[in-house]
């Protein structure tokens, strides 16, 4: 046993292999009941009964399609480029998966004299690594359309490729704000910025009523989402709109586009795409809890105290995901102009004014004064800015348009 | 102290990222073209790990591998990839070539001139962390920085106001 360790190079590396493998195969498996209680809970939200036949409540229907998919005739259309076809699917499916690294799914075990932390790696730019995992997400859809050989997969990539490079702008900046709070860009510091409670932030020292009013809230948890919730809703509904899923999901819309850029996949290719999506899934939750909900914070009691942390992290990242199949089963289909509008015009410009209100507040130094001066400024901006709509759902149609296209 | 695994890796990511860029160039198909391009730009971004740059590393994979081919690609797709095969080829495979030489040499120059035969050696535990190259940015080269950020701006409007159609 200590020969192969020694081999391998000692303690560190034997750690990390054993860290990816159960990290590789706990992710898969979350993959797996995600795919099958998104089945169920969209099938009890539409009153039928969903997946029932294989093993209690169906929840082997998913390994089942799985095998299925897995011995189907792996074919491909003659126009299709061969190499590139079967490159793009893995490519859905691997920057997602490698993104969970950066997610520390609770505090550390001791194992003998030990110290193993519950992350894959901590590092010290977590966050842009996140970033740049996203972003090489977008090959496999775009690949995927281009290499199909036929015009609708073409069609549903490069409408991926435009959704995903614009929400990609608002993801990042929705995330510098928490870099911002945080002071650090690794995902252990930002959880551990959230320890604590809501009642030591220090903006309400001296203020006598408020100061008895933040005392009161002593029990809620200094997490992300009380002072950064403009950033929260940004990046997620960034993060829905990356992973391509209602009501985003328009690189795929069937009643446009047959299935977009999967349209030409079956089998197992097919079920790369379709695991790559819930994997994309399970990390944008995992993030926002990560980020903004405290990550594995929660009440530690003495029984078996590492595995609470573990218990909170999966609780609150089910919650995301519930709300994912929630918004998928209750949302229509964004229209295209209409998607591009809410990415540009506002996400966009949103994130923008909030990093600026975050840089000016974290800054030490700063009066109270001069935060509510500049609190006030940024609340007449919304207003003045929330006025104004889309002028295609306020204006209706203008006179011009009306001669233009209208009956004559 | 250079580690003998490091070397290995090395030579490993210079055979490859020599391999796609000669394929970069040789290849017909523009979009596999700018695949390879993705392989050396991802090699690279390899080079900066093992240099234990893990900042400038994954920036460079979120810039240029996740941002820059990707509007390359799209851009292909949306004006002269065709579907299924196609052959793209111009003759200024000379004028290219000699640009190509030129940049590269000059650049080579440039870094060579720069560090003297100056040594830099690596320490483990300390890495190159982030907080330290945005001192760096932000005191000794705020001025080539605020230079990019003016161009990058120029750019953007100038692309803003090209697009326009009023």
């Known amino acids: ?408 | 102290m250079v580690d003998t695994w490091q070397l290995v890796v090395f030579w490993a990511l210079f055979a490859m990222m020599g391999v796609s860029a000669l394929r970069v160039v040789t290849s017909s198909n523009v979009v596999h073209a700018a695949l390879y391009l993705v392989v050396t730009l991802m090699g690279a971004a390899a080079l900066y790990v093992l240099l234990l740059a893990e900042f400038v590393a994954w920036v460079q994979v979120l810039v240029y591998v996740g941002a820059i081919i990707v509007l390359m690609l799209f851009g292909l797709m949306l004006t002269r990839a065709p579907i299924g095969k196609g052959m793209f080829d111009n003759d200024q495979r000379l004028v290219a070539a000699v640009t190509a030489g030129a940049l590269f040499g000059v650049t080579t120059w440039i870094i060579v001139d720069a560090f003297e035969g100056q040594k830099i050696t690596l320490s483990k535990a300390t890495g190159i962390r982030a907080e330290s190259i945005g001192d760096v940015i932000f005191s000794s080269f705020v001025l080539p920085f605020e230079v990019i950020s003016m161009l990058l701006l120029a750019a953007l409007i100038g692309a803003v106001v090209i697009a326009r159609r009023d």
């Open chain 1, 1 to 408: 046993m200590n020969a192969i360790v020694d081999f391998l190079g000692g303690d560190i590396v034997v750690t990390a292999i054993v860290k990816t493998v159960v990290a590789f195969a706990a992710l898969l498996l979350t993959t797996l009941i995600v795919v099958w209680a998104e089945r169920k809970v969209i099938a009890d939200m539409q009153a039928r009964i969903g997946p029932n036949r294989w093993g209690p409540y169906g929840i082997l229907q998913t390994l089942a399609d799985g095998i299925k998919l897995f011995f189907k005739e792996d074919f491909r259309p003659r126009t299709a480029d061969k190499w590139t076809f079967a490159l793009a699917p893995v490519l859905a499916m691997v920057p997602s998966l490698l993104a969970f690294a950066i997610v520390p799914i609770g505090d550390h075990i001791t194992i003998g004299d030990r110290r193993i932390d519950l992350i894959v790696a901590d590092l010290n730019i977590g966050i842009l690594y996140f970033l740049a995992m996203g972003s090489i997400g977008v090959y496999g859809v775009v690949l995927a359309g281009w290499a199909s050989g036929s015009k609708y997969p073409l069609l549903g990539g490069i409408r991926a490729s435009a959704q995903m490079i614009s929400y990609e702008i608002a993801l990042g900046l929705s995330l510098v704000p928490v870099v911002l709070a945080a002071g650090s860009l690794s995902t252990v510091d930002i959880v551990a910025a959230q320890a604590g409670s809501v009642s030591n932030v220090s903006f309400f020292n001296g203020v006598p009523v408020l100061e008895q009013i933040a005392e009161l809230f002593s029990f809620v948890p200094n997490w992300y989402i009380w002072s950064q919730w403009p950033a929260f809703f940004i990046f997620l509904i960034a993060g829905i709109a990356e992973t391509n899923r209602a009501p985003f999901d328009l690189p795929e819309a069937e009643t446009e586009l047959i299935a977009g850029f999967h349209t030409e996949y079956s089998g197992i290719r097919f079920a790369l795409f379709f695991l790559g999506e819930y994997v994309h899934v399970v990390i944008i939750s995992a993030m926002a809890v990560t980020l903004f909900f405290g990550g594995w914070g929660g009440p530690k009691p003495d029984f078996l105290p590492w595995i609470w942390p573990i218990g909170w992290f999966v609780f609150k990242t089910g919650l995301f995901v519930y709300l994912f199949v929630w918004l998928r089963a209750t949302m229509p289909r964004l229209r295209y102009d209409r998607l591009m509008w809410l990415g540009w015009k506002r996400l966009i410009p949103a994130s923008l004014v909030w990093i600026m209100v975050t840089a000016v507040v974290n800054t030490e130094g700063v009066s109270r004064n001069a935060r509510l001066v500049v609190f006030g400024i940024l609340f007449v901006i919304v207003l003045f800015w929330l006025g104004k709509g889309d002028p295609r759902l306020t204006g209706a149609v203008t006179p011009q348009r009306r001669r233009v296209h209208g009956p004559s």
